[in-house]
């Protein structure tokens, strides 16, 4: 071994051993990588690309922590392709078309191909994302892009349709205790040097979220204050650490929610749909959840404004008039003390009759869009012009007992029931009871 090469080898083991854990533990093969067994498991397109090296474009999508970034260092282990990486947080135009003249290069001279790994690639721009489309076409790269964002929304649509999309999920709470056992038992990382007893395992899982790097993290922080306090008491031998070292490590559960992400949407669908389905206790759940991920009150107020009348209507027209308390709150109150309003004005409408009878509007607007030109009934047109004595007779309604008579009002072609369909709960069926018993009066 040259001089050189043993200098690089020593630099190596020293940033391998500072290296958090989470790096640390990156694995070498597809065997090593932990969950995901639909994406990367026997018989999947991924792993047999892999293993045949026959690799094309491919998209990883999903949330943070559930191995996109290992996926892409076991190809760098495995495949007999250069394996270059560009930061979509720094890089520039420049970076990509250098790195695309250098595989183009490799590719002319040696036949090597280049496989270009890009780490949160929807934080490019599109000029950006533009610039690698003819270099993925015509296969001077093997593009692998990671993104936590949904890439439909996030990556050109030219690039999408030249990559495979596989999409990765959140780690099972056995999946994330494999994790841990792996880097308790390995004597390179933490075998030997401590012990995690149950409750503190079970803690690290449920903060973990499904989010293995957010696992491992938790557990060498926790492994520092466990031996911090092992090294005051003068104890030896391996650290024990306990629940308590973990809460110490790790404060704060902290959920993964990101208003500019799938999460964001997912979650603020369950709170509408829970409220819509009358559960007031998973209502306060993903109002809690909202909240806690700092969610802008204003915008919780709104989806609880228009479910008032989407989902509630006139079975309780209150329901619009707490809804829109709750939304005056959030704009003059904000947090923390909106949060109570917001929680009464939810659980309010959870526990509200419901009536969608309000979205007749929408077949309404399809009748004035698609159907024919209806003309107003005569004896409905305003009578402040020439000529209008030959309308026809209006009944005033009000000159009957009542104040209802049986009066032609929607336009030729259309019958009464076409668009409005009341519910048999709340005020809105007694009204409608009570219009029925008006005109049978009659």
Request: charged content about 25%; glycine content about 8%.
């Amino acid at each position: 071994m040259d001089t050189n090469s043993l200098f690089q080898e020593i630099e190596d083991t020293r940033r391998k051993e500072n290296a958090p854990l989470a790096v640390r533990m990156r694995p070498r093969t597809l065997d090593e990588v932990v969950g995901q067994k639909e994406a990367i498991g026997e018989g999947s397109w991924l792993a047999g690309a892999i293993e045949a090296d026959t690799l094309s474009s491919v998209i990883l999508f999903g949330p943070a922590g559930t191995g996109k970034t290992s996926i892409a260092h076991v190809i760098a282990e495995t495949t007999r392709s250069t394996f270059v990486e560009v930061s979509a947080i720094g890089g520039t135009v420049s970076d990509l078309r250098r790195e695309i003249a250098a595989a183009e290069s490799r590719l002319t001279m040696n036949g090597m191909k280049t496989i270009l790994f890009v780490d949160e690639i929807h934080r490019f721009n599109r000029s950006q994302q533009d610039s690698l489309l003819h270099a993925v076409e015509d296969r001077t790269i093997i593009l692998i892009g990671a993104t936590t964002e949904n890439p439909y929304f996030e990556v050109n649509t030219a690039l999408l349709s030249r990559s495979r999309v596989v999409e990765l999920h959140s780690l099972a709470d056995e999946d994330i205790e494999a994790l841990l056992d792996r880097a308790l038992s390995d004597p390179d990382l933490l075998g030997g040097k401590a012990v995690l007893d149950r409750p503190a395992k079970e803690a690290i899982v449920m903060m973990a979220g499904g989010d293995g790097r957010a696992a491992l993290t938790t557990l060498e922080l926790a492994f520092g204050v466990a031996r911090a306090k092992a090294s005051q008491s003068k104890s030896k031998g391996a650290s024990l650490i306990t629940e308590e070292h973990v809460r110490i490590a790790n404060p704060h559960r902290g959920l993964p929610y990101d208003k500019n992400k799938d999460m964001h949407y997912d979650i603020i669908s369950a709170f509408i749909k829970s409220m819509r389905g009358s559960d007031p206790d998973a209502a306060l759940y993903w109002l809690a959840r909202m909240i806690e991920g700092g969610e802008d009150p204003k915008f919780i107020a709104r989806r609880i404004f228009i479910l008032a009348a989407e989902d509630i209507g006139n079975a309780d027209p209150q329901a619009l008039l707490i809804a829109e308390a709750a939304f005056r709150s959030a704009e003059v109150i904000g947090y923390p003390e909106c949060q109570l309003i917001l929680a009464q004005a939810a659980t309010y409408m959870a526990l509200a009759p419901k009536s969608n009878a309000a979205c007749g509007i929408f077949d309404a607007l399809n009748e004035v869009k698609n159907g024919p030109l209806r003309n107003v009934p005569d004896h409905l047109r305003d009578r402040h012009r020439p000529g209008s004595d030959d309308y026809g007779t209006y009944k005033y309604p009000h000159s009957y007992p009542g104040a209802w008579v049986d009066q032609q009002y929607l336009p030729d072609g259309l019958e009464r029931g076409c668009f409005y369909h009341p519910s048999e709960r709340g005020w809105e069926a007694y009204r409608s009871e009570a219009a029925l018993r008006d005109r049978t009066d009659e």
